[in-house]
């Protein structure tokens, strides 16, 4: 007869304990994403070896990978909490649209850059303020919520805008875009810089832990003593918030404002964290694992690029990368609930 009490569970010294381990996971993935990266710079150097077998022209590259990697990866971090909470944005595009024409439209009126940095951040986080609002307080589901908000965003900023590109000369705003640090663009910098802070509140603050706890149960953190509805509207306002930082980058990569900015950067930012490892149920996820996502979506387009394919390949290639990931999360969400 067995004796019970001998068992124990496995440990992390076993050999397949990390293999199955929810631990593990994040540390897991990432380094698949890793492992995928090199795959696409191996396809590059046979594609054109012109470029990925030459260390100049290959540095170049990669840095105008990541400066195009940029504002989708602030909106992604964003992004990464709202999903993590249990919930989903897809007013993500349309926010930075409207934050852009917005503050393009102060300079219009010679406000300094200050004040059109300053326009775009307030209208971000109020933006996000009224999706959170009506999804913690309004009791509207997150998809319908932030659906009207995509559309009524992109209808504002284009009654703000008369449907026109808007020029910006102010000098400050768009050096952003061509100023480097250290060899690197500074639209990289606030991309690495947002990163790291998100990942600090994710990881190292209460915040962060709520967030979890919250997309893990929001029944059980509000039992516990959590106030469900003000921390998920904080979380929007977070997501609005950097889409007002976005808006500022992208502003000052293209030189001007304009409603049709951030056009499928939900599908992007979405994407980028599915693939990142972020559940769609909520109660994980990592910011590294989203940025990881971004730099090879990104990545992919890059090969599409230069190997001058069609948008349209690219967006069936990117369709069928989410539902893969997708796949994997199931099988492996599966895999971690059945015994040992």
Not at 3 to 24: E, F, K
Not at 70 to 94: E, R
Not at 134 to 156: K, N, Q
Not at 306 to 333: M, P
């Amino acid at each position: 007869m067995i004796d019970v009490m001998t068992r124990r569970s496995p440990s992390p010294a076993d050999g397949t304990s990390w293999l199955r381990s929810d631990r593990g996971e994040p540390v897991r993935r990432n380094l698949g994403l890793v492992g995928v990266l090199a795959l696409l710079y191996l396809i590059g150097a046979v594609v054109r070896p012109d470029i990925f077998l030459d260390g100049g022209r290959l540095w170049s590259n990669e840095l105008t990978v990541l400066t195009q990697a940029a504002s989708i990866g602030v909106v992604t971090v964003g992004m990464t909490f709202v999903m993590i909470s249990g919930g989903i944005d897809l007013s993500v595009g349309a926010l930075l649209a409207l934050a852009s024409v917005w503050c393009t439209t102060v300079a219009t009126q010679s406000y300094g850059p200050g004040v059109m940095i300053l326009t775009a951040l307030v209208v971000g986080t109020a933006s996000g303020l009224v999706n959170g609002l009506l999804i913690a307080y309004g009791r509207l589901v997150p998809f319908i919520a932030t659906l009207a908000m995509m559309v009524a965003a992109r209808g504002l900023s284009q009654k703000i805008s008369g449907k026109l590109t808007q020029i910006v000369k102010v000098d400050a705003i768009n050096k952003i875009a061509v100023d480097r640090i250290l060899g690197v663009p500074e639209l990289v910098w606030i991309m690495l810089l947002v990163a790291a802070l998100g990942w600090i509140l994710l990881n190292r603050t209460t915040f962060g832990r709520r967030t979890v706890a919250i997309g893990g149960n929001a029944e059980a953190a509000r039992l516990a003593g959590l106030n469900v509805r003000r921390h998920t509207v904080l979380i929007y306002m977070l997501s609005g918030l950097c889409c007002g930082i976005a808006a500022i980058m992208v502003t000052s990569l293209s030189n001007a404002g304009s409603s049709d900015h951030g056009n499928l950067y939900e599908l992007s930012a979405i994407a980028a964290a599915i693939i990142g490892g972020t559940l769609l149920s909520g109660g994980r996820g990592t910011i590294v694992g989203s940025i990881l996502g971004v730099v090879v979506f990104t990545q992919i387009s890059n090969l599409f690029v230069i190997k001058n394919l069609q948008l349209e390949y690219q967006l069936i290639a990117q369709g069928a990368i989410i539902v893969a990931a997708v796949l994997i999360q199931q099988f492996r969400i599966g895999a971690l609930r059945r015994p040992a």
